[in-house]
């Protein structure tokens, strides 16, 4: 019987993905195991293998379009299989319903099986509109994530006259999350730009438009920028819907033979970040394809340095390296435009700031106890633990006891987390992003570190997985070894509370007949006073305070 397959949910939020692109088309036959799409969530670019025998029978979302989770994607069974039936009860239809659907009903089903129709008849337009010449294909800007309005065009990889391969890379586009490639999957010659190197353009916005060499697009480009094409429906977007690759903004340079490489997007970014040459690697996909697991499983025959030294600096390091100041007795200044992350940043923590009524608890931690125990507790550990580790597990532990901080608000209801995920912020060029240690309440402070060395390396080489930078109930943000003494941190929604971590500083105070020297943080709780009242707070602090002072309490 014909199986259904539907859109998984990669990520604790993701909402929807995005066919990046399809690996299988109908009547191709798929093994389990196979890759059948790339899928961009909010996070990431993920692959999705199929885990069924059989024959594609039927795509229900088109390449470069969004599926809601748990939508239809596709039906794999027998050759020949009429995959209705499976579709129709999929959908809550009756077998009746179904037999009656019109064909059109299957979008991605047609062009797929008849590809020439589909690219050289437009769909029929009013009288007065405008219409691409055959053979043209537009290239829109494509949705993202869930929380992209527009993308910024980095670089054109591709200029005006440029022959276009099928996956090709056109250009760089920076979005709230990462940067990214842009892919046509169409071949011919790139016809028009439409928007320059470091300008942004809305979703659905027309980037580029590729075809036969000498092809004139003016008119409908005229047309397009008017609006007297407004409801003009074409299989332009269809058929060159855009696909995209979570990519390094700086990528090694890389020599290969004539011969293509067939690579995923997905693997090519991998490699890419762990700098192997492609050329070297040997693909267990379909026709040699190189996949995710190829890239993970590689062993280089041979280390020389110079692949290190190759390695470009990060652009936003760059730029940083490099201030610009003017003369003595001049004026000047320098707009630095806004990325995508930095976007996001500044509308969900002003949403925050401004929507959840903060209010700050501090708190001053005498450290001295905990000083000693790191020391010893550094001699027998795999792993150095550091005191931020120390402070993850305390707050895991104080959070054990008070539930009631360790709790989201949800709009019209408080939901209480009988889980502990601690989020640790972590500062890097391009914005602020959050790994998580998931059942830190349940891990030994050995544990505890190592996680965090783990994902502080992936978070800083942009390897992050969405389940490892999702799903925190409590975060931790820690300027400590910045040597700021004292701050407050806003809640990271739909947290109810974010502990901010201050440097440990000497102080003296009075012992005695005397006075002597002792070590000391701060800490100050901000809690959203919608879930969290003060005296939860303070408690929460003072248990967070007996666990810090004691650290032999944290081991038992």
Known sequence: MAEVIRMPRMSDTMTEGIIVAWHKKVGDKVKSGDLLAEVETDKATMELESYNDGILLYLGVEQGKPAVVDGILAVIGKEGEDYKAALAAAEGETPAEAASAPVASTPATAPTEAPATATTA????????????????????????????EGKIVAWNKKLGDFVKADDALADVETDKATMEVVGYEEGTLLYVGVEAGNAAKIN????????????VSAYIAAEKSGANAGTVTAAPTEAAAAVVVVEEEKEAETVSDQRIKASPLAKKLAADKGINLSKVS????????????????????????????????????????????????????????????????????????????????????????????????????????FNDMVIKASAMALRKHPDVNSSWMGDFIRQNHHI?????????????????????????????????????????????????????????????????????????????????????????????????????????????????????????QTLKKFLENPVTMLV
């Open 283 to 386: 693909g267990s996909g379909d026709n040699g394809r190189i996949t995710k697991k190829d890239i993970d499983n590689y062993v280089p025959a041979v280390t020389t340095p110079v692949a290190t030294e190759a390695v470009a600096m990060p652009v936003a390091a760059a730029k940083a390296a490099a201030p610009v100041f003017t003369a003595a007795g001049e004026e000047g200044f320098t707009d630095i435009p806004l990325t995508q992350m930095r976007k996001v940043i500044a509308r969900r923590l002003g949403e925050s700031k401004f929507s959840a009524p903060h209010f700050y608890l501090t708190m001053e931690i005498n450290m001295d106890n905990a000083i000693t125990a790191r020391v010893t507790m550094n001699e027998v550990s795999p792993v150095k633990i550091s």
């Open 122 to 149: 437009p769909a029929p337009v009013a009288s007065g509109k405008v219409t691409l010449p055959d053979g043209a294909k537009e290239i829109r800007m494509p949705l993202l994530s869930d929380t992209m309005t």
């Open 421 to 541: 995920h601690i989020g640790s912020a972590l500062a890097l060029p391009e914005g602020l992003i959050v790994p998580v240690i998931r059942y830190a309440d349940q891990k030994s402070l050995s544990q505890i570190a190592a996680d965090a060395k783990e994902l502080y390396g992936k978070a800083k080489d942009k390897k992050l997985q969405p389940a490892e930078f999702s799903g925190n109930t409590f975060t931790i943000s820690n300027l400590g070894m910045m040597d700021i003494e004292e701050f407050t941190a806003i809640i990271n929604p739909p947290d109810s509370a974010i502990l901010a971590v201050g440097a440990i500083k000497e102080k003296v105070v009075k012992k005695g007949e005397g006075f002597a020297v002792t070590n000391v943080m701060k800490l100050t709780l901000s809690c959203d006073h919608r879930s969290v009242d003060g005296a939860v707070g303070a408690s929460f602090l």
């Open 205 to 216: 916005e027309i980037i580029a438009i590729v075809g036969k060499a000498g092809t004139d």
